[in-house]
């Protein structure tokens, strides 16, 4: 059984452009995501399929759109999740990033770590949402899951920085 992704992509056309920060780590989320993952459906249009898959991930009216193919393109899933739950967590996860890169300029390596561990911590509530929202219909490993919300944040930024 194959159960991974293999290409994952996101829907550009509702996008601003990035910053090359943000560009840089929507490339490492992806690039990892694709080296290392855990990604089963539990629910397909081809029930037998074991994967590797692509993904692709937007946003349609206001909603996460999640697509799901096989390799030679033929959709196995699409459905949409609210984005109402991952607000606050987004936003929260934005406003202490900036904290950390400010920080990073002139504070103390003790009050970096700080905020980086509440960074992490923001972090990992969002990747438990997603596994917990998603789990009826994908089955996902924690690092999946981290890598995947990185990118939902990333389709969630306006003028390159900042959620929507």
């Given at each position: 059984m194959t159960y991974k992704l293999v290409d994952v992509t996101l829907d550009e056309s509702t996008l601003v452009r990035w910053s090359a920060d943000i560009e840089h780590e929507r490339r490492i989320a992806v690039f990892d995501l694709i080296e290392e993952n855990s990604f089963e459906l539990l629910k397909s249009a081809d029930p037998n399929y074991p994967g590797p898959y692509k993904l692709h991930i937007g946003t349609i009216e206001g909603r996460l759109s999640l697509e799901i193919k096989t390799k030679d393109d033929t959709v196995l899933m699409n459905f949409r999740l609210a984005v109402s739950p991952f607000r606050r967590i987004i936003r929260d996860y934005f406003a202490i990033c900036d904290s950390y890169y400010e920080a990073i300029k002139s504070a103390s390596p003790s009050q970096i770590e700080a905020i980086d561990m509440g960074r992490r911590g923001l972090h990992n509530e969002g990747s438990d949402l997603l596994m917990e929202?998603?789990?009826?219909?994908?089955?996902?490993?924690?690092?999946?899951?981290?890598?995947?919300?990185?990118?939902?944040?990333?389709?969630?930024?306006?003028?390159?920085?900042?959620?929507?």
């Open positions: 929202r998603l789990e009826d219909k994908i089955k996902l490993d924690m690092a999946t899951a981290r890598r995947l919300f990185t990118l939902i944040c990333v389709l969630h930024l306006k003028d390159g920085r900042g959620p929507r």
